[in-house]
């Protein structure tokens, strides 16, 4: 079945690394993703990995991709207060038809 | 940088009367995308459209709902008779030809009372 997994909750102290994982269930995603909602507003796309790929990394962000495991994560380094959010892991399914969302992690950044 | 748009930001009824939601995607996509976030929830696929119909629709997306590209630029999203579960954040997504990567609007928050 179509399923992304999460955990719900992560805190950590500012200037800390965060890691956010995921697990997926569709082998055939060409895309994963992660995206960032602040409170009250929309769904902003933070980056994305190409399921060819074993890590990406843009500026602080770091994804590292399991396709063996279907595990996802996102390392955000030097958390600032900013981060504070919750990040949704999501996959692509059939032909780029629908995205399917895990249930978002809430970053909790303590300064 | 182009970006999806949606109107209005908080939209409040009663309950049995028909809503429309806007979105003005991104200008060059083709592929146009409804989402949902009922408060505290997953955010849900509700309908994927591509040249001016309805490729896949989720089990939610039921004769009640229906959307409609009237113009070059607006995608619209309509229920017909909205019921208190009905209130959520509804999300309207966009993506051109060359990548499957979706842009999402920011979101209108519909309240029904």
């Known amino acids: 079945g179509e399923d992304v997994e999460q955990s719900l909750f992560l805190s950590v102290r500012e200037g800390d690394s965060s890691v956010i994982n995921c697990t997926y269930t569709?082998?055939?995603?060409?895309?994963l993703y992660w995206y960032k909602q602040e409170p009250g507003a929309g769904l902003q796309l933070l980056t994305y990995?190409?399921?060819?790929?074993d890590m990406k990394q843009d500026q602080r962000l770091t994804v590292l991709l399991n396709k063996k495991d279907k595990h996802l994560s996102l390392r955000i380094a030097d958390t600032q207060t900013g981060d504070s959010a919750i990040y949704f892991c999501?996959?692509?399914?059939?032909?780029?038809?629908?995205?399917?969302f895990g249930a978002g992690t809430r970053l909790f950044v303590k300064a | 940088e182009p970006e999806v748009t949606q109107t209005p930001s908080h939209q409040v009824t009663q309950m049995g009367q028909e809503v429309i939601l806007r979105c003005v995607p991104i200008?060059?996509?083709?592929?146009f995308y409804w989402y949902r976030q009922i408060l505290g929830q997953k955010v849900e696929f509700l309908v994927s459209?591509?040249?001016?119909?309805?490729?896949?629709k989720s089990e939610i997306f039921d004769d009640q709902f229906s959307v409609e590209r009237p113009d070059g630029s607006n995608f619209t999203l309509k229920i017909r008779s909205t019921k208190l579960e009905d209130s959520a954040m509804y999300f309207c997504?966009?993506?051109?030809?060359?990548?499957?990567?979706?842009?999402f609007g920011p979101g209108t928050r519909l309240t029904v009372l």
């Open positions: 997504a966009s993506r051109s030809e060359s990548t499957d990567t979706q842009y």
């Open positions: 569709d082998s055939s995603s060409t895309y």
């Open positions: 990995i190409f399921s060819n790929m």
């Open positions: 999501a996959e692509i399914l059939g032909g780029g038809f629908k995205t399917i």
């Open positions: 200008s060059n996509h083709l592929y």
């Open positions: 459209f591509y040249n001016n119909e309805i490729s896949e």
